[in-house]
């Protein structure tokens, strides 16, 4: 299908399903390797938003998405280069989409963020380059993301401060993290990561007890009491 111009949407169609089968059964190895080929498809100047029927925006969404999942699947493999070039690869995409007009603002915003929570958390974090972690958490400060972008950055911005060990940093990041969520189970626990670490057990046992009296059977309950 692959050889032939006119059957290549059927070739990256055939090739998505099989990256979702083996996402299902967990072949992560297999899945990063197939994901070599589908990104390659996006970028054969045969397809387009025509072919597979799509608008321009939806075709431009749809390649840079992935890109993203490329970029997901070699850092779950442990292959971080190959995780940070299609994470840089899907960047370039969004910015050429959008200075061709093909990216509404609200949809340019997400997919940057995107890539920015990936290149943190899913490369440079677990690399243990937590310095390269901060270059691209400071970069989300400069754009008026939403809500919930703000909250996954400070979070992150936090985590890298912990393991770092700058332990009053992380406190103070995720106290600010905790003004701003509505996830306050998880900005108690890491908290109370983070007080323990400082030597402030006492600190620590309050937020737990916190967790423990609104709900003893969350997952940020239990995961203390391990």
Known sequence: LAQDNK?????????????????????????????????????????????????????????????????RYKALVENYAASLRYATKAKELIEKANH??????????????????ITAFRIFISEGRYDDAQTILKKSREVSFPRKWQERFLWLSGLVAYLQKDFPQAIATWRDFEKITSESMKANFWLAKAYEKSGQKNEAEQLRQENRKHAPLHYYTLLASH
């Open 100 to 117: 061709q007009g093909l990216l509404r603002k609200n949809i340019k915003t997400e997919l940057y963020a995107d890539y920015l929570y």
């Open 7 to 71: 059957t290549l949407p059927f070739a990256l169609f055939a090739t998505e399903k099989l990256i979702e089968i083996m996402r299902f059964n967990s072949m992560r190895y297999e899945a990063s390797e197939e994901y070599d080929r589908l990104t390659r498809f996006w970028l054969h100047e045969a397809l387009n938003s025509t072919s597979l029927q799509l608008t321009p925006e939806s075709f431009e969404v749809k390649k840079i998405e992935s890109f993203f999942w490329a970029a």
